[in-house]
Every structure is written in C-alpha cells, then in structure tokens.
RNA sequence: UGCCGCAUAGCUCAGUCGGUAGAGCAGCUGACUGUUAAUCAGCGGGUCGUAGGUUCGAGUCCUACUGCGGCAGCCA
C-alpha cells in the first residue's frame, strides 16, 4: 500500500475496462435479489464511487460485514454504468475488509445527521457529505490564501504563540504557566499566591496570543510585505456562533501603504480567494449551495465580481439614522455599531461586503493612526453579508508622539511597549495591515451558520473534547 | 456573562385537556435481477436528562440542577 494509487476521485475518469482498486468507507449498501450497490467514499471528493457486486462475486459472509462506516477496498473493473445515476461504476470481483462497523452501535446512518449530534461524534463526521466538503474547502482556502499572497511577494512569518507581554489588548488571554506543574490535589491557587511570577518558566507572565499583529508590523518595517497566518487564542467567555478560543487568523501587514492601499488588499483578497474555491471546490459549493444556503453561489459570484461599497463610519451613522427602521439600539454617532446595524447596511442597503473606515477613536485601540480631526481613526471593518464583520484593520500610527501620546491617553504600560515605539523611533514608516478569521471565511464561503462547523474539533468555553 | 428555548427509542421527531408511550428512518428476519436517502412484509427496541414537589394519578404542571442550542455582548 501506498499514497500513490488510484482514489475514488480518479475512478470517474478512468476507461471501461480498466482494472483497479478502490479504497474507503462504505457510506450506504442496497440489496437486491441478485445484486448489491455499495456507495464507497475516501474524502478525495465530493462523488461517492458506486460498487456492483453480482451475487456470488464475493463471499457471503464477507458481503455482510459491508455495513454503514466499513472500512474496505474493492478490486474490480471500472465498467460503464447502464442506470442513471452515474457514468462510471465499480464492478467488483473483490474485497478486503479492514476494518468492519457494527452497524448496531454506530452512530452514523445513511440519513442526515443534526449539526448538534455530529459535534458530539466530530471523530467520526469527516466520512459525511457536509464535513468532508467544509474540511476539503478548509484545505483548498487554506491553500489560496497563501497563494494570493506569495504571488504578490508578500512573505510568511511566524510570529509567536506564546506571549509574555500583555500589551495586545485584543480581549481575555489564556495564561501559560509551568506553575501547575505539582499535582491538581495541592491547590494550585494556593501555589500561584504563594510563587512569584519569577519562579515561573518566562520568570514574568505569559499567554497565548491573541494577535500577531504587533510583531509583524516589526518584520512589515525592514521586510515591507508580510503576513502570518497561524493559531489565535481568546479567552473570552463568548457562547456564540461566530466565536471560538482557539481559531486561525490571517494577518497581512504592509510597509509604504495607507488605508486605502489596504482596503484595495482586502477587497482583492476576499475576491481572488473566493474566485480560486468557486473553481476548485465546484462540487462541494455546489452541494453546499443545495442543501446549506440557497443563496450561496449567486452571492459568491456577486462578491467576486462587483466592487465592495466603502464609505465612512460618520456616513453609516447618517444612513441608519434615515434609515426609518426600528433598532433594538439606538444609533449615535460615538458607539460602536451592533450587529443589526451591520447587518442592515451590508444586508439591506448596500447588498454586498461594505468597507467602513474612519471610526472614533474611542471605540478602536490605540495603535490605530489619527485622523486630522483628532476624533477618528484610520480604521476598516469589512463586512458582509450573513455573517457580519469579517475582517478588521487599520493604517497604524507611525509618528512616535502621537502614538506615545494615545498610550498615556489610556493608561496603558508604555514601557512594555519599547520596542513598539522603537519601531517609530527608528525608521518608522506609514504601514497598514488587517487581521482575518480564518473560520468567518469558511462561514461566508460555505455557508455553514456555525463557526464550530467550520474546525475539525472546536474550542469554547466548555468546550475541549477530542 | 445576560435573556430565551429545548431535553421522549440508535437518529429525527409527534405525544391534544394530567389518565402508565407513538411514527419515520436505522437495526434484525424475509421478499424482490440494476438500485440511487431503493422498495415491500414482519420483528425487537423506552427508568420520557437528574433530583424534588403538586396530584388519586405526571412525558405533560411547579422548583432546582445538569447538558445542549439560539440571540445579545465581546470580536476575527
């Protein structure tokens, strides 16, 4: 056995008559007087491979075990299909059973599943449709995005996981200590009072992060483009279904550009890496144009071919306020906007993602470059439709005073920040960059309404098994 | 974390006015020469989430707890 042989994907572009082998999980199996139709997928695409099996072809008691979740392979000969259905099918001579599925005790049958039940068997939901297509599309994402932005010389950094500054401010973060070390039975609430932070492995407090950002704009001014895309941790006690603890980020960073210049990034970005799924992973939007949201594939398609609408925070403002509608919260110019707003603009009035840039300074950090009018912020959110904010960003305060300025402003540790402001302080240049859930993607892409079905096994609150 | 909802067969669900539980699918047995979520006949399958309470009687009403889901907030 190896990696190079034929998978089901290429049995449907094979000659009749070609002899092979087929390898996989029985999905389904139909019988009839003389004959039994076995429904056999390996993941490699959407398709699953029809087997023909003749009685008599294969023994007995071996046709008995080829049950809902076996795991076989079929020897036989690619024939033409007489039924509709399919071109190609299967007609096999042999099997090995590898690994039978007491059909009695396993939880996935030939019907659908709720997403719900599926979370609880998420070792087992990659053999169905759905999480076969979200898992293969995770891939074939995760591949675009890497392509979109080594094709325009941008370069992959790592930045690091595990922080010992608390300066990111982008939400709760996940301490990481070896102080828990001695056994659970010795309280350790007592041992961390006890200990100082300097018997601690980073002899100072240290946390998963929640953001690159920061670092890479260090590796943006002397490398000009880079971009991370790596694991982000928050501990937010957040129970939503566009949140998670653990989830993969994207963060591109720019010398020599402004907000403008990174607004023009992210419009290209979510446009090439759509463009690039819709060719690739045709058969799984497809399915999940079908059976997941209706809607999917015209607004794909949309998205990819008109530009996104850009206007300013202040104007948004004015919109809703004509807006006549009734909002659960009042707009002002001054809080941030909830999610029914967003929702509105991006979903009702515009009808495609909107660009909101420009927003109070109070309501975004304080990295975030001043506007003239000393009251907004060159920021960007991106929105779209269904899902809401799925990129963030902004062009960053270069000029050292004024960031210095903001730090004061509020109340944070600026000594902690001394390489930040080194940056300025030293051949500072104006850069800008966005961040990006990686799982918001693949909501908007697939359309799949809950970002805990979108990663192989998720992270929340509560929530860490497998 | 707040609010709302749900919890009944392996899965998806129904269960009226409070009167000791039902369907489809799955499973098992059989039928059918090519099915496509195959079809047809038969069979087995339940401490109704847990603990209390009201009642002659609770799946059903009340309380608490647990679990899950949705919305909101936090954001990507």
New binding site residues.
Partial sequence: MDYRRTYVRDLFSMPPGSSTSAYGWVK?R??????S?V?LSDGSCFRDL?V?IEAGSIPEEQLKLL??GACVRFDGEVVA??????AV?L?ATGVEVFGPAD??HY?L??????F??L?EIAHLRARGNTFGAVFRVRSQASFAIHKFFIDRGFHAIHTPIITASDCEG??AMFAVTTLLETPPHEEPEAVLKARPYLQDFFEKPAYLTV?GQLEAETLALGMTNVYTFGPTF?A?????????AE?W?IEPEMAFCDLDGNMNLAEEFLKEVIGFLLERCAEDLEFFNQRIEPELLTTLHHVVESPFERMTYSEAVKLLEASGESFEFPVSWGS?L???HERWLTEKKVGRPVILTDYPKEIKAFYMRLNDDDRTVRAMDVLAPRI?????GSQREERLEVLERRIDELGLPKEAYWWYLDLRRFGSAPHAGF???F??LLMYVTGM????DVIPYHRA???AEF
């Fill in positions: 389904t139909r019988d009839s007087k003389g004959v139709f429904q029809q023909v049950t809902t299909s007489p039924a509709a259905g399919q099918e007609k059909p009695t939880p049958q030939k019907k659908g599943a709720s719900e039940f979370r982008a939400g953001s928050r937010e006690n957040s129970n939503s279904v566009r949140h998670l989830f980020m941030d909830q999610s029914e809401g904010e799925i990129i963030g961040g990006l859930g799982e918001r309404k809950n970002i805990r609150p509560g929530q």
